[in-house]
């Protein structure tokens, strides 16, 4: 049987949303989708973007998933002395495992930065949810070192290497090192109108450098001390899943006013980043270019999963598990 027969099987009870109604929503979306770049910073910029982005929907994915590696050899053993109590406990034990690991060489510039990402359908109450077929887990090469795009040091796109350095050279004092995060990530207007709070944009930019890889253990650890410090960070006291339906930590941060709690997901077992969740907090109305969408609390608007990072030589090489 072929993949495409499988995936009609699959989807053989899904509703069929009415193209008329949808079809605004969808051009924008598929237009969003298009844009998105893991090297950029900007990827936080809007969360109701953000949160629209979802609409990358992998149906295919359950046909392929068990071609990628994992980035943790068991994502669901949970590592020692794990404990979701708070922000400051469950990361300063997460900094405590990290920093007895032996940090791996810096990658050479010739090298490519291979990455496995999964986006779930957005799970919403009250709205029918647009899903495409054919969108696969997204596997990307990128270059390690990017000449070209590192002659700008001040543009919103970063090389690998750029964050990696970047990261290495953050300082050990939590306070200080938020300090050196708000320098690299300047605050901006959002689309709602006011300028990004102090707090959000610290928790973007730290957001941002846990997302990048690779990082080093000891820098990692750095950044987990720093992030139980930010003011608003929660810890879920259980763990959640993510988009492909592996249980992961959620470090959580809501900017008042916003309907929706921003969650980066960690690997128990290893605290490595796992991915991104957008939860919905409580019901809005949510208006972008005249397109209105009932938002219910607690509906899941974005879901991503990383399932597989490595270093590899060559562009389109997939390391072995």
Known sequence: ????????????????????????????????????????????????VASLSAAAAITAAALIITQVVDTSSNPDAPAHNLDLSGPTVTLNRAADFLEEKKAPPEPRADQWIYTVNVFAKPELASTENIADP???????????????????????????????????????????????????????????????SSTARTFRGLSTLIESYPLSPAARARIYRALGTVPGVRITDHLVLDAAGRKAIAVTYEEPGSHERRELLLSPSDYSYAGTRHVVTEDHEMNEMGFVTRMTAGDITFNSARTAAAVVDARGEVPQP
Do not use: C, H
């Open 1 to 48: 049987m072929d993949e495409m027969t499988q995936l009609r099987e699959l989807r053989a009870d899904a509703p069929v949303p009415g193209r008329a109604a949808l079809a605004p929503g969808r051009e924008r979306l598929t237009t969003a989708i298009a844009g998105r770049n893991r090297r950029t910073r900007r990827l936080w910029a809007d969360w109701r």
């Open 134 to 196: 054919g969108n696969g887990p997204d596997a990307s090469w990128t270059p390690y070192a990017d000449p070209e795009m590192e002659k700008d040091p001040a543009d919103d796109a970063w090389s690998s290497r750029e964050s990696y350095r970047a990261a290495e050279s953050l300082p050990d004092e939590p306070a200080a090192l938020l300090a050196e995060v708000r320098a690299l990530y300047p605050a901006f207007d959002t689309e709602r109108g006011r300028e990004e």
